[in-house]
T-cell receptor, first 111, second 115 residues
């Protein structure tokens, strides 16, 4: 069975700190890894990664995938209170239609 | 351009009643996915539908749960004879392509509470 494990499960930081969120996975036929941000409502898409070693950036957020070691990290620099949310990692397979999600990392950024 | 619309946002049912959750995908999207999120857990895939077809229902419980996406109207997730363990947030997502490996657009969820 496919498995996605995120760590830490929760994290509390101060504004301005840099955080790194981890996602490791076991999937039979890997196709892509996705990061979502969930703020008490609809998860919103952040990144989709399919190739190892290529960093994707969007403002203060960046993410990279390591397909050999089967993990991805999501970095957030200069955190702001608006970054407080649950960050979800999901993997998709080449066969089938499902995304398998991890439990999420609850990030709290205090002023 | 309206996003994925789900209703009701909150639903309270007593044990044994039926729950119907509705989802209208984004305009131009013809693929719908339902996920369930239990408290303190991640999103769990339930079912993937296209118009008038169930493509993958491998995540659906064998009994009491059903889903449809008719030619006209929203997708419906139906839970018969609800039990307390069905209390969860049910999220619908849509996409314009067929494979569930790209970006999904999520609705805000329907929160079911079973008393």
């Amino acid at each position: 069975e496919d498995k996605v494990v995120q760590s830490p499960l929760s994290l509390v930081v101060h504004e301005g700190d840099t955080v790194t969120l981890n996602c490791s996975y076991e999937v039979t036929n890997f196709r892509s890894l996705l990061w979502y941000k969930q703020e008490k409502k609809a998860p919103t898409f952040l990144f989709m990664l399919t190739s190892s070693g290529i960093e994707k950036k969007s403002g203060r957020l960046s993410s990279i995938l390591d397909k050999k070691e089967l993990f991805s990290i999501l970095n957030i620099t200069a955190t702001q209170t608006g970054d407080s949310a649950v960050y979800l990692c999901a993997v998709g397979e080449t066969s089938g239609s499902r995304l398998t999600f991890g439990e999420g990392t609850q990030l709290t950024v205090n002023p | 351009n309206a996003g994925v619309m789900q209703n009701p946002r909150h639903l309270v049912r007593r044990r044994g009643q039926e729950a119907r959750l509705r989802c209208s995908p984004m305009k131009g999207h013809s693929h719908v996915y339902w996920y369930r999120q239990l408290p303190e857990e991640g999103l769990k895939f339930m079912v993937y539908l296209q118009k008038e077809n169930i493509i993958d229902e491998s995540g659906m419980p064998k009994e009491r749960f059903s889903a449809e996406f008719p030619k006209e109207g929203p997708s419906i997730l139906r839970i018969q004879q609800v039990v307390r363990g069905d209390s969860a947030a049910y999220f619908c997502a849509s996409s314009p392509v067929g494979r569930n490996t790209g970006e999904l657009f999520f609705g805000e969820g329907s929160r079911l509470t079973v008393l």
